[in-house]
């Protein structure tokens, strides 16, 4: 049986369930503003405020249905990061402090759930 999720509807970046999709938007829109802050501004205004099950229940509304049993978390994670400009995927030092602080942050926990889920069996 597939594994069933969503694509993003604004990039269609394939996530794995709604809570991952809301992330994806909001994470995207923090970091990068452009068409997912305007996706999620026009649609739900109060997005920010919101919870990530608050948000998953809201986003997933109309939201396409994907397989993502054959997306790797790779693939994920390159449709992420390889479109956007490379000074941004290599730390451009633009970055204001808040910027910088939620991806150093991001790094951490992103570090604490892979080691969490080696010790997994």
């Keep these: 049986m597939p ?3 969503y694509a993003c509807p604004v990039c269609e970046a ?8 809301a992330h994806h938007l909001a994470l995207t829109a923090m970091l990068h503003g ?15 405020e919101r919870d990530p099950s608050g948000l998953a229940a809201a986003v997933v509304e109309g939201a396409t249905e994907v397989d993502t049993e054959s997306v790797s978390t790779e693939q994920v994670h390159d449709d992420l990061v390889l479109d956007r400009p490379t000074a941004r995927r290599e730390g451009a ?9 939620v991806i150093e942050e991001a790094k951490e926990l992103t570090k604490q759930r892979r080691g969490d889920a080696d010790g997994e069996e």
């Design 3 to 5: 594994s069933m999720g």
């Design 14 to 21: 394939p996530q794995a369930d709604g809570e991952h999709l």
């Design 34 to 48: 452009d068409d997912h802050e305007a996706w999620l501004a026009d649609r739900l205004p109060d997005w920010a």
């Design 93 to 101: 030092t633009d970055m204001d402090p808040d910027t910088r602080r």
